[in-house]
């Protein structure tokens, strides 16, 4: 037997002013029921109290009465209508109601007249009303209004190609008659088609540098496992050179302190021999004072026997040295001399192939740099190719630029360092007077005063003074011979900048900026110096890095600063 509420539906139980089921309902004496609040504000709304169905009238406003019985169905079945919400409310992605508070719906229908979705609920006044059924619905879109023509308020179903933009029906029929017009189905499955095609792509670059990385960390690791084994080759071999020197001083003090102490022995041997000699003197001495005291005849009597010569030891013989026989010290300090030139020669062959090894990874991070003419002093002559800066004998009237360096004769790089290590080489053959390095984006341009890391530039160069410095005194350096060649390498995220002589017979580390926290992209900086009459006049010109030129070159022997471990 079927329960009494299946035999029931919710349409018994809509108030026929708001069509919605009835909330506080209450009945009128013709006996029709309706919301409180709705024929409260009907009878409100006209001057003739009547019953909204049957037209009654009423002379005098009656007292609606509360329909307890009505009440309680009505709740029974807006709890049915939450219930039913909750169990069919929206997913993420679908269209949802525009009406419904709470929790979403999800649409049925979008109408283009109301520019609104509605659920299946919401839905019904436009599937009872006259009025709102002449209204257009359509399959529930998001954003309705983005898809609602605004000059002919129609749905923008089609997409014209030569406009690259949405149009209606009307529209392809007039401003874009003669254009290429497709569906926005088309058009999105083009586009989703080239998306894919894109995504591939960029899925393939993904798992190239992917590759990439994984390379290099294997080859960080391969180099990390080879300083290791070679670090450890070195440390034996300075631990064998301790063992030698500590040898050879225990040899030489086994040797020298006992010969000192047998010189000590027969000194003091000698020292007691004369000691003795000395007192039996004194005896004989004392012995003849009393006879020249002594009376005539008794000194006659006595005297021929000291007459004769006293019995000593030629002490005339004994050269006594004011030194120690220094011949195996010096044969000592030779064989320690041999092995230090031994182990000199084995430490050159070493800083040979560390060299080579360090401008190997040098050369990876080499990049191409080329001048920037909005940033060169208006006295420079830039080449065509951007790779010379050399003197111009006049002034160039160029235009203004906030970029320009307006009191030094410099000029920047075009290409700057943001992330990672960079690497570029500069001949500097011929000029008394340069400046090569690194500047920030933001540096002083306008200035004429020395610039220093402080100010946002790190150089190194040849001055007027003939000598070779760094922008920082706190920064050493080390070089022997003019540079003719000139290596420039940035480690951003280490806040490093380092620079190199590269010449073909002299590569070696210069000198170092280190401790730095780069925030601002940084720029390849050349300053020519000053001009000095037919002096100085040679361009600085950015050479290419050569791989042969690095393998074929003979390495320094002076150990460089590694770049790997910067």
């Known amino acids: 037997m079927a329960s009494p509420c299946s035999l029931l539906s919710e349409e018994q139980f809509q108030c026929s002013?708001?069509?919605?089921?009835?909330?506080?309902?209450?009945?009128?004496?013709?006996?029709?029921?309706?919301?409180?609040?709705?024929?409260?504000?009907?009878?409100?709304?006209?001057?003739?109290?009547?019953?909204?169905?049957?037209?009654?009238?009423?002379?005098?406003r009656p007292e609606p009465d509360v329909n307890r019985t009505l009440r309680g169905v009505a709740e029974y079945f807006k709890g049915l209508r939450v219930r039913d919400r909750e169990d069919s409310s929206a997913e993420p992605g679908e269209v949802v109601c525009d009406v419904c508070t709470g929790r979403k719906r999800q649409a049925l229908k979008s109408c283009l007249i109301c520019l609104t979705s509605y659920c299946d609920i919401h839905l019904e006044p436009h599937q009872i009303a006259p009025a709102l059924k002449r209204h257009q619905l359509i399959d529930p879109v998001k954003n309705l209004e983005d898809r609602i023509c605004k000059k002919h308020n129609k749905l923008l179903e089609l997409f014209c190609?030569?406009?690259?933009?949405?149009?209606?029906?009307?529209?392809?029929?007039?401003?874009?008659?003669?254009?290429?017009?497709?569906?926005?189905?088309?058009?999105?499955?083009?586009?989703?088609?080239?998306?894919?095609?894109?995504?591939?792509?960029?899925?393939?670059?993904?798992?190239?540098?992917?590759?990439?990385?994984k390379e290099i960390k294997h080859s960080v690791e391969l180099s990390k496992r080879h300083t290791e084994r070679e670090m450890s080759d070195k440390v034996q071999i300075f631990t064998a050179l301790v063992h030698a020197f500590e040898k050879c001083k225990a040899e030489l003090i086994g040797v020298v302190e006992p010969m000192q102490e047998a010189a000590e022995r027969w000194a003091e041997g000698l020292i007691k021999e004369l000691e003795q000699e000395i007192t039996e003197l004194k005896r004989i001495s004392s012995e003849l004072g009393q006879l020249l005291h002594t009376e005539d005849h008794q000194l006659l009597q006595s005297s021929p026997s000291w007459c004769l010569p006293v019995k000593t030891k030629d002490w005339s013989e004994i050269s006594v040295q004011s030194h120690l026989p220094l011949g195996y010290m010096k044969r000592a300090v030779s064989h320690?001399?041999?092995?230090?030139?031994?182990?000199?020669?084995?430490?050159?062959?070493?800083?040979?192939?560390?060299s080579e090894a360090e401008m190997k990874i040098i050369q990876q991070y080499a990049v191409d740099v080329t001048l920037d003419p909005n940033t060169a002093y208006p006295e420079l002559i830039l080449s065509v190719d951007g790779k010379q800066v050399r003197y111009g004998d006049q002034s160039q009237n160029l235009s203004k630029n906030p970029k320009r360096f307006t009191y030094i004769y410099s000029v920047l790089g075009k290409e700057g360092f943001s992330s990672g290590k960079s690497y570029y080489e500069v001949q500097v053959k011929g000029k008394t007077e340069w400046d090569l390095g690194v500047a920030t984006e933001s540096i002083n341009r306008q200035g004429w005063s020395p610039l220093s890391p402080e100010d946002g530039l790190w150089t190194f160069g040849l001055g007027t003074d003939n000598d070779y410095e760094p922008n920082d005194p706190k920064v050493h350096h080390h070089l022997k011979k003019t540079p003719?060649?000139?290596?420039?390498?940035?480690?951003?995220?280490?806040?490093?900048?380092?620079?190199?002589?590269?010449?073909?017979?002299?590569?070696?580390?210069?000198?170092?900026?280190?401790?730095?926290?780069?925030?601002?992209?940084?720029?390849?900086?050349?300053?020519?110096?000053?001009?000095?009459?037919?002096?100085?006049?040679a361009p600085l010109v950015i050479s290419p890095v050569s791989v042969v030129e690095i393998f074929n070159s003979k390495a320094s022997l002076k150990k460089p600063e590694l770049v790997n471990s910067e």
């Not at 490093?496 to 017979?505: A, E, L």
């Not at 900026?513 to 037919?534: I, N, Q």
């Open 17 to 60: 002013i708001c069509l919605d089921v009835f909330t506080d309902p209450v009945s009128i004496p013709c006996g029709h029921n309706f919301c409180k609040a709705c024929i409260k504000r009907y009878w409100d709304s006209t001057d003739l109290c009547q019953c909204p169905l049957c037209m009654k009238i009423f002379h005098r």
């Open 161 to 213: 190609r030569i406009d690259q933009t949405s149009v209606c029906q009307f529209c392809s029929e007039t401003d874009h008659k003669a254009h290429n017009t497709v569906s926005l189905e088309e058009e999105c499955d083009q586009r989703k088609a080239q998306l894919g095609k894109t995504e591939a792509k960029v899925k393939q670059m993904i798992q190239e540098r992917l590759q990439k990385v």
């Open 336 to 354: 320690l001399e041999d092995k230090l030139i031994r182990f000199h020669n084995e430490m050159e062959n070493e800083l040979k192939k560390l």
């Open 484 to 537: 003719q060649k000139v290596g420039v390498f940035v480690d951003y995220e280490e806040g490093r900048v380092s620079i190199y002589d590269v010449d073909v017979t002299a590569r070696s580390h210069i000198c170092s900026f280190t401790g730095y926290k780069f925030t601002e992209k940084l720029y390849p900086y050349f300053h020519c110096g000053y001009p000095d009459g037919k002096r100085n006049i």
